[in-house]
């Protein structure tokens, strides 16, 4: 496989990860084929409407998200990237979308996950925050213990505002290599990401299993699976 480049330490790199990344862990991408749940499509679910509707049902879906955790672990393409951050530790900026935290447990430290993280909860009255592994699924809806407030997954749903956007704006205004990986890249606002990332000079570089619709302003586009090309390019990139 070519690539065009060759990373040096002092490079900033920015890498921004969507559900493709984790889907050779075995978790399921939102727009692939088999994506939905239950019939549910996940705008359905992943709202704040839907959970004053019925909190129900999202704890349900949220519940055996989290379950599913237990059983997956980083694939291949989650260690290349914390090679990538071992090669320019602070030069490299990890952007997901995810909520799996397979980036953590793969040893990447500086991870921003803008869409929040299915590991935790918190009140929504109170706010106070807990690990998602403290929380008795006996309960349909999950209490606080400190104020009986109905318990929701730390996740940012549709029509809400996600974590970290003042730094991921600085990051974009100052990134050498833009690498897009395994996302449909038509959830705002990461999707506005490349583009921007762009308009501040990066070099744009994309992995998917399909063609994407923004492929005009790409400068590199690798097609197939992140578990096999990601290694492949690190080590042509960094070596
Ligand atoms: N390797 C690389 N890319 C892959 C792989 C793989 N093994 N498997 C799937 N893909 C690609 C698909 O081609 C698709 O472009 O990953 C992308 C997955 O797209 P989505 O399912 O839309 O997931 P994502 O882009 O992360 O969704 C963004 O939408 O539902 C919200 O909050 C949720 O964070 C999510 C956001």
Redesign the pocket.
Known sequence: MKTNYKFHKEDKITALT????S??SGIK????RD?LWENHR?EEV?SPVAFSKNPEMVWEFYKQRYLQLAKVSPNSAHFALKKMEDFCSSNFNLIT??VDGLHQIAGNINVLEM?GSLRQCFCSKCLHSFEMKEIDFEQKIPKCDHCSGNLRPNIVWFGEMPYEMEKIDKILENTKYFIV???????YP?ARFLSIAKYFGAKAIE????Y?INSVVLDEFHLG???ILLPELIEKWIT
């Open positions: 969507g559900a493709g990344i889907a050779e991408t939102f727009r692939d994506g996940i992943a979308q995810n869409h990986i395994g996302t449909s890249g038509i959830v990461a992995i998917n299993l399909e994407p699976k992140a578990g």
